[in-house]
C-alpha cells in the first residue's frame, strides 16, 4: 500500500492551484485525475472570464474569493507570461426597467472592494461600443480574459516542480477514514490502494461521489446537488463588432447569454441555463437553441446577422442551489463541519471558481496548516 501525506482528488484548475499551493508549502502531493488527461470537465468548458467581484453578496465566500483570486491571477499571468488581457466589460441595461438593477450591481461591487466600477448612459456606452443598444451601461475595467489550458499547464509545472504527482485515468472508488487518515482504492489500469493524512476533494461534478463513497463521513453533511448545462454558440463568418465583453443583467441561474472575447478576437455566446434532471450527462449542443440565443442576443445587439450562430460547446455547472433558488455560497467543508481532521471538501465551485482558483488554494492551505 503506498502512502503519501497528501491526496487531491481532481485535476481541474481548481485541484491543481490547490495541489500546486501545498506543494510549495512542503506538503508531499499526489494529484488523482480520473481523465485521461488534466483539465477535461469544467475547466475546459467555460468562458474563460477573469471576474472582478460585482455580482456576489458582501462578505460570501465567493465574493471574498473571487475579488482576492482576480488579483492574484492577473499577477501570476504577469509573472508566468500566460496569455490574458484586461479587456474590460459592460454590463447593460435594455430598458429602462433594468437600470436599477445596474444601480444594484454598482453597489454590490464596491460593497466587495471592486473600486473602479463605473455608471454609463447610452451615449457613454455608444462612444465605447457603437453597436451595442442599451438604455444605460456598468462598465467594469477589472474583468478580464485568461488562456485557461495554459494557466493548467503552468499550475501543475510549479506543483510538479515542488514535488507533486499527477496520476491520470484514476478514479476513485471509494475512501475509508481510518481514524488518523485515509485509505483511498482506485480504479483505472492499475487499482492501488493510497493511504494519506490529508485529503482534498476537488473533483468539481464527481465531488458528491466522491463524498458519498467516504466511510465515516456522515451523509447528512452532503449538500444537495442540482446540475445546470450551459450551451455555447459562436460566431460564423462574421467578427464581433466589440472590443469588451458584453453581459446582461444577471438572470437565475447565471450571468446571462453574454459575448466572450478569446484572446484571438474571436466571439461566442453563452452560456445559457439549462437545469438538467438526474441521469447520465449530455454534452451535446441542441442547435435548435440558436432561435432563443438569437432573441437575447439582438435585445443588445440588434444588429447580429441570421444564420451566424452555430453550435460551440457547453459546460455543465455543479450547483448548491436550484431553480429559483436564491444562489448558494461556495462550500468548503473543513473538519468544523464533518469532524475528520485532514479533510477538505470543495462544492458547488463554479462560476467564478476559474478566477477564484488560486484563493481556493491559498484558503486550503491555511485550513489545513498546524
Given at each position: 500500500?503506498?502512502?503519501?501525506?497528501?491526496?487531491?482528488?481532481?485535476?481541474?484548475v481548481?485541484?491543481?492551484?490547490?495541489?500546486?499551493?501545498?506543494?510549495?508549502?512542503?506538503?508531499?502531493?499526489l494529484i488523482?485525475?480520473?481523465?485521461?488527461?488534466?483539465?477535461?470537465?469544467?475547466?475546459?468548458?467555460?468562458s474563460?472570464?477573469?471576474?472582478?467581484?460585482?455580482y456576489?453578496?458582501?462578505?460570501?465566500?465567493?465574493?471574498?474569493?473571487?475579488?482576492?483570486?482576480?488579483?492574484?491571477l492577473?499577477?501570476?499571468c504577469?509573472?508566468?507570461?500566460?496569455?490574458?488581457?484586461?479587456l474590460?466589460?459592460?454590463?447593460?441595461?435594455?430598458?429602462?426597467?433594468?437600470?436599477?438593477?445596474?444601480?444594484?450591481?454598482l453597489?454590490?461591487?464596491?460593497a466587495?472592494?471592486?473600486?473602479?466600477?463605473?455608471?454609463?448612459?447610452?451615449?457613454?456606452?455608444?462612444?465605447?461600443?457603437?453597436?451595442?443598444?442599451?438604455?444605460?451601461?456598468?462598465?467594469?475595467?477589472?474583468?478580464?480574459?485568461?488562456?485557461?489550458?495554459?494557466?493548467?499547464?503552468?499550475?501543475?509545472?510549479?506543483?510538479?516542480?515542488?514535488?507533486?504527482?499527477?496520476?491520470?485515468?484514476?478514479?476513485?472508488?471509494?475512501?475509508?477514514?481510518?481514524?488518523?487518515?485515509?485509505?483511498?482504492?482506485?480504479?483505472?489500469?492499475e487499482?492501488?490502494?493510497?493511504?494519506?493524512?490529508?485529503?482534498i476533494?476537488?473533483?468539481?461534478?464527481?465531488?458528491?461521489?466522491?463524498?458519498?463513497?467516504?466511510s465515516?463521513?456522515?451523509?447528512?453533511?452532503?449538500?444537495?446537488?442540482?446540475?445546470?448545462?450551459?450551451?455555447?454558440?459562436?460566431?460564423?463568418?462574421?467578427?464581433?463588432?466589440?472590443?469588451?465583453l458584453?453581459?446582461p443583467?444577471p438572470?437565475?441561474?447565471?450571468?446571462?447569454?453574454?459575448?466572450?472575447?478569446?484572446?484571438?478576437?474571436q466571439?461566442r455566446?453563452?452560456?445559457?441555463?439549462?437545469?438538467?434532471?438526474?441521469?447520465?450527462?449530455?454534452?451535446q449542443?441542441?442547435?435548435?437553441r440558436a432561435?432563443?440565443?438569437?432573441?437575447?442576443?439582438?435585445?443588445?445587439?440588434p444588429g447580429?446577422?441570421?444564420?451566424?450562430?452555430?453550435?460551440?460547446?457547453?459546460?455543465?455547472?455543479?450547483?448548491?442551489?436550484?431553480?429559483?433558488?436564491?444562489q448558494?455560497?461556495?462550500?468548503?467543508?473543513?473538519?468544523?463541519?464533518?469532524?475528520?481532521?485532514?479533510?477538505?471538501?470543495?462544492?458547488g465551485?463554479?462560476?467564478?471558481g476559474?478566477?477564484?482558483s488560486l484563493?481556493?488554494?491559498?484558503?486550503?492551505?491555511?485550513?489545513?496548516?498546524?
Amino acid at each position: 500500500m503506498d502512502q503519501i501525506g497528501c491526496v487531491v482528488i481532481g485535476g481541474g484548475v481548481v485541484g491543481l492551484a490547490v495541489a500546486r499551493a501545498l506543494a510549495m508549502a512542503g506538503r508531499e502531493v499526489l494529484i488523482l485525475e480520473a481523465e485521461k488527461h488534466f483539465g477535461q470537465g469544467i475547466s475546459s468548458r467555460n468562458s474563460e472570464v477573469i471576474h472582478a467581484g460585482l455580482y456576489y453578496p458582501s462578505g460570501s465566500v465567493r465574493a471574498e474569493l473571487c475579488v482576492d483570486g482576480r488579483d492574484r491571477l492577473y499577477r501570476y499571468c504577469l509573472e508566468r507570461g500566460i496569455g490574458h488581457r484586461r479587456l474590460g466589460k459592460l454590463v447593460v441595461a435594455t430598458d429602462a426597467a433594468q437600470e436599477s438593477k445596474l444601480r444594484d450591481l454598482l453597489a454590490q461591487g464596491k460593497a466587495n472592494g471592486v473600486d473602479d466600477l463605473c455608471l454609463l448612459d447610452d451615449a457613454d456606452v455608444r462612444e465605447l461600443e457603437p453597436a451595442l443598444r442599451c438604455v444605460a451601461g456598468l462598465l467594469s475595467p477589472s474583468t478580464g480574459i485568461v488562456d485557461s489550458h495554459a494557466l493548467m499547464v503552468s499550475l501543475l509545472g510549479d506543483a510538479e516542480d515542488h514535488g507533486a504527482i499527477l496520476v491520470r485515468e484514476t478514479p476513485v472508488l471509494a475512501v475509508d477514514w481510518t481514524g488518523g487518515g485515509f485509505t483511498v482504492r482506485t480504479g483505472g489500469r492499475e487499482p492501488t490502494t493510497i493511504r494519506c493524512r490529508e485529503l482534498i476533494n476537488a473533483a468539481g461534478l464527481d465531488a458528491w461521489s466522491v463524498a458519498q463513497s467516504l466511510s465515516g463521513y456522515d451523509p447528512a453533511d452532503i449538500p444537495p446537488r442540482h446540475y445546470a448545462k450551459g450551451n455555447y454558440y459562436a460566431l460564423q463568418g462574421v467578427s464581433p463588432p466589440f472590443n469588451r465583453l458584453i453581459y446582461p443583467i444577471p438572470e437565475d441561474g447565471g450571468l446571462g447569454v453574454h459575448l466572450t472575447l478569446d484572446l484571438a478576437g474571436q466571439g461566442r455566446f453563452g452560456p445559457d441555463v439549462e437545469w438538467l434532471a438526474p441521469g447520465p450527462l449530455d454534452y451535446q449542443v441542441d442547435p435548435r437553441r440558436a432561435d432563443a440565443f438569437y432573441q437575447r442576443i439582438r435585445l443588445y445587439w440588434p444588429g447580429l446577422p441570421d444564420g451566424v450562430l452555430v453550435p460551440a460547446y457547453c459546460g455543465i455547472r455543479p450547483k448548491l442551489s436550484g431553480p429559483g433558488e436564491k444562489q448558494a455560497d461556495f462550500l468548503i467543508q473543513t473538519e468544523a463541519e464533518h469532524r475528520l481532521p485532514g479533510l477538505v471538501h470543495l462544492f458547488g465551485i463554479e462560476s467564478p471558481g476559474l478566477t477564484s482558483s488560486l484563493a481556493i488554494a491559498q484558503r486550503v492551505v491555511d485550513i489545513l496548516r498546524p
